[in-house]
């Protein structure tokens, strides 16, 4: 399955943004999808995750809880990650990807379906 990730850009700190994948194959709405980022000179790391559905669940890092939630609309084949209250730290390329499980917690791994091209998000005043 093939992922398109867009919605990235410059957003000043404070500020909001959504991103979002959207998948070539109904395949994707059959299996979690997670968001990942990396930041310049660092390791790629988990961002958040969604269930197959929403009512399945989320799993969320702890630097953005509270500030991302993740949803999907299965119709569109497309999973959308919120992102508020940005801060300079959150500047990083995200990518989405989808997962090997029906649940979020299958995106916690190492394997997975298939990745997204990767969207940069700038948070800077």
């Known amino acids: 399955v093939q992922l398109q990730a867009s919605g990235g850009g410059l957003v000043q700190p404070g500020g909001s943004l959504r991103l979002s994948c959207a998948a070539s194959e109904r395949t994707f709405s059959r299996y979690g999808s997670g968001w990942f980022r990396q930041a310049p000179g660092k390791e790629r790391d988990f961002v958040a995750a969604?269930?197959?559905?929403?009512?399945?669940?989320?799993d969320y890092a702890d630097s953005v809880r509270g500030r991302f939630f993740i949803s999907r609309d299965n119709a569109k084949n497309t999973v959308y990650p919120q992102m508020n209250s940005l801060k300079p730290e959150d500047t990083a390329v995200y990518y989405c990807?989808?997962?090997?499980?029906?649940?979020?917690?299958?995106?916690?791994?190492?394997?997975?379906?298939?990745w997204g091209q990767g969207t940069l998000v700038t948070v800077s005043s």
């Open positions: 990807a989808s997962c090997r499980g029906l649940t979020s917690s299958s995106c916690l791994g190492a394997d997975f379906r298939s």
């Open positions: 969604i269930g197959w559905r929403d009512s399945v669940g989320t």
